[in-house]
């Protein structure tokens, strides 16, 4: 069975239009997710800011930063591998919040830090715009598609 | 300084009056969540199914599981230490997806397995209305508001 | 391929006795590891108290609870599938300390919560002898060999 | 209450001293763990090569390298909080396994993402003596005595 990695590798834009195509409600509930630069087994993604991810006291929801880096690791998969790993699941995260983020856009780095014939596993920073702090820490695994790489 | 517990424990219609009235948009993005019963460091919610937590395929997001996990939590906390423990905050989480549900309310069976005077440790079940078998297994780490117990 | 899961389900006796002959190290730096249940996606298996596993203030090491937990999803995976499974490898754990146990025998309650073609996950409680209250809880993702089920 | 940060940071050496004479049984059951570099949230560890860590196959034990992972983050709150922090307790710890290296050294580097006044968070990375690749990723919380920081 060929690789599901024979696919040329998409651009963010490439990865923007094809998560509008087929994934458009993954913008719901929070802001809009927009992939910056994906690339050497990394990306990095940009939620806006929204009204409905934000809490009482202000701050950003627990549930839309698992979504965004969530997001981006699925944005590094399709990056590396191509849209023909476009079935890749994620199979468990670990997240810590580390800080109580004001309204804001947020930022996720992400980069593979294993990538198998079966598994993907991911580390992913997340970061309030202009702030130095990480706000929260993931790490993920995917199944990939038959094949992987 | 006197601890969280102090306060009376509410019921579950005494937490859903609570969360529509404090935290009305973590029903954003999904369906509505809806404590059934809490009570004796346990409770059950159900998140009702919602075009809006769909995904390609006809699978419900991780996003939203790991909304229900986290909030499910939240509502185990409040049943036990009362509303004085409302700042608690999502300390960590690990999600283990286990199968790819089909669209239908989902319900989390959550029970605190350590209540410390510092943190409250939770352990997650999530499944599909009318289906025996697991999709979701979460732990999560909260840390308690000054006090705790 | 066939599956790897073609083999007899071996008893609690069987796999003690494979453990000693092919992972006698397994028991260097704690007390003995004996499973003393298996079978059902399920097993129970104790760690002998042994001086070597205990730190100042006289309780139990994490490592030494993480080996427990980690050898009884082994010995799950071999009760339902056969040494055929013998290839099988921790991908991912995540363990919650819950209290500090005094030195006594451990005991690991395990279950396995998904058995699919590649990945094999579990829920492992663990226990001091002879108390009620959870000391350890742990969730870990197993790669299964070709095959799996 | 005073901080626990109040005393002096200790260099390597001085927490090799102290592991040696509090906490010598760290070293049961595999290679002796030495501390290399220690400072600005982070540090360096080793474990020496050892046949007791050794599984079937010829690879490094998990338990073994959980222990390395552990043990590094410990070090690096003594490095900033001082010895007054030798209380700390591991919370929690996600580990992934993402190769399975052969016998050597392990060299883990770890850094404090997170140093709060209740909890600390660390990231660690393992590697094999001489390999560029990430054997093992890490990340642990650690209740802080009271004070903290």
Known sequence: MPPVSAGPRPSAAEINAFID???ANVHEGSGRLVVEAAGD????????????????????SGPSMFK?????????????????????LTSSMTINFLARPHPADMIAEVRLIKLGRRLAVAEVQLYSEGE???VAQATSTYVLPNGGR
């Open 21 to 23: 195509a087929q994934f």
């Open 41 to 60: 087994r990394a990306a990095r993604v940009r939620m806006h800011q929204d009204a409905r991810m934000i809490r009482p006291g202000g701050t950003v």
């Open 68 to 88: 965004l880096a969530d997001f981006s690791v699925y944005v590094a998969i399709l990056a590396e591998l191509g849209f023909a790993a476009q079935q890749a």
């Open 132 to 134: 130095a702090a990480m």
